[in-house]
């Protein structure tokens, strides 16, 4: 815990150990043991989550990043060319569109966030990761920040739990991450379904690319849904072998 509080390696507390700690960061850390014995989620209770290649700040503003949503930058970046605007729906912490500016070669990254709170946070961390390419943090509903250009990338890990899901998680995250970062109405679909609804008419016509984080449980309605907006989707397995993500790209292309 001390070492994610300092921002540094655990090895490295461990070869200062000899060294005194300043009464700033003892406090920090007491503070912090306290937050966590309360319940409060590691990464909340250090104020920051290690995502891909970034130490980002974090907090209850936004949802804590997972594993599996690195897997999604991976397909993505291995699936489009250089070059063209890339943006992140629903950007939260900002750690996908930040990956996407730091791994990718983007002209630009939009990150787009319906919370005021959280695109907050997502603009601290743009300045404290300080990516080569540029990127801005717009407040809006999904998609409709992103009208009037056309894009070569987007990716979202949207809000993809049912209501009766959302109740039924463990206290741990139901008590203190963003539900609206969780629940997409009775079936968990609704965000994703507008997004594949829109993605057609914005992204590039050659070279586009939607991919989205799903629940592994709905991967045949996903894969349906974008079918129905004239969009070809393929599911890729996490690293678990679950149906994680579905990337769309528009029929014409197939």
Request: hydrophobic share 50%; proline share 7%; charged share 25%.
């Amino acid at each position: 815990m001390f070492a994610a509080l300092a921002g540094v390696t655990p090895g490295a507390v461990w070869l200062a150990r000899q060294k005194p700690a300043a009464e700033t960061d003892l406090t920090r850390f007491q503070e912090a043991v306290e937050r966590r014995a309360a319940g409060v989620p590691f990464a909340y209770a250090v104020g920051r989550a290690s995502f891909r290649l970034l130490t980002l700040r974090l907090d209850g503003r936004a949802l804590i990043p997972r594993p599996e949503t690195e897997g999604l930058v991976d397909l993505a970046l291995a699936r489009v060319a250089p070059g063209g605007l890339a943006a992140d729906v629903g950007t939260g912490s900002g750690c996908l569109a930040l990956a996407l500016a730091v791994e990718g070669r983007f002209e630009r990254v939009v990150a787009v966030e319906r919370s005021p709170a959280a695109a907050a946070l997502a603009r601290e961390n743009v300045a404290l990761v300080r990516p080569r390419v540029p990127v801005e943090v717009v407040e809006g509903h999904l998609l409709q920040p992103l009208a009037g250009r056309r894009w070569r990338l987007i990716v979202a890990n949207p809000p993809y739990l049912s209501d009766a899901e959302y109740a039924a998680l463990d206290p741990l995250v139901r008590d203190y991450e963003p539900a609206t970062a969780l629940v997409s109405g009775p079936d968990g679909l609704a965000a994703t379904a507008e997004l594949l609804a829109g993605a057609r008419g914005l992204l590039e016509p050659r070279g586009g690319l939607l991919a989205l984080e799903i629940d592994e449980r709905r991967a045949a309605a996903v894969r349906a849904l974008g079918e129905a907006a004239g969009l070809a989707v393929s599911v890729h397995d996490d690293l678990f072998g679950k149906p994680r993500y579905a990337l769309a790209v528009p029929r014409e292309e197939v």
